[in-house]
Nanobody
Framework: VQLQASGGGLVQAGDSLRLSCTSS????????MGWFRRAPGREREFVAS????????VYADSVKGRFTISRDNAKNTVYLQMNGLKPEDTAEYYC?????????????????WGRGTLVTVSS
């Protein structure tokens, strides 16, 4: 499985971006998907996760109410809609496929990882 994230860029505080993550095969058949990020000088952290049917989502407290994760299994794609971006959201964003069908906040529960896409938010 190869995952490719895209959609990052340089934006101003308050702007929106939508990240996409496309899988090389049918998106996580029976697998949950997640987004993580790594800010400069910091460890990778959980952002959002979605179950394989898209019925359940979980978010980090820092993005709850601003970010929305969704998926279109017919297009093998998972999305992260990011609204009200803040400078502290600046990071490399990674998508990942979970080993299970449910959501997960733990990076060690994800088997496949894509290359990141850089999001830079200026103040």
């Amino acid at each position: 499985v190869q995952l490719q994230a895209s959609g990052g860029g340089l934006v101003q505080a308050g702007d929106s971006l939508r990240l996409s993550c496309t899988s090389s095969r049918r998106t996580g058949t029976n697998n949950g998907m997640g987004w993580f990020r790594r800010a400069p000088g910091r460890e990778r952290e959980f952002v959002a996760s979605i179950s394989w049917k898209g019925m359940t989502t979980v978010y980090a407290d820092s993005v709850k109410g601003r970010f929305t994760i969704s998926r279109d299994n017919a297009k093998n794609t998972v999305y992260l809609q990011m609204n009200g971006l803040k400078p502290e959201d600046t990071a490399e964003y990674y998508c990942a496929q979970s080993r299970s069908s449910t959501t997960s906040r733990r990076s060690d529960e994800y088997a496949y990882w894509g290359r990141g896409t850089l999001v830079t938010v200026s103040s």
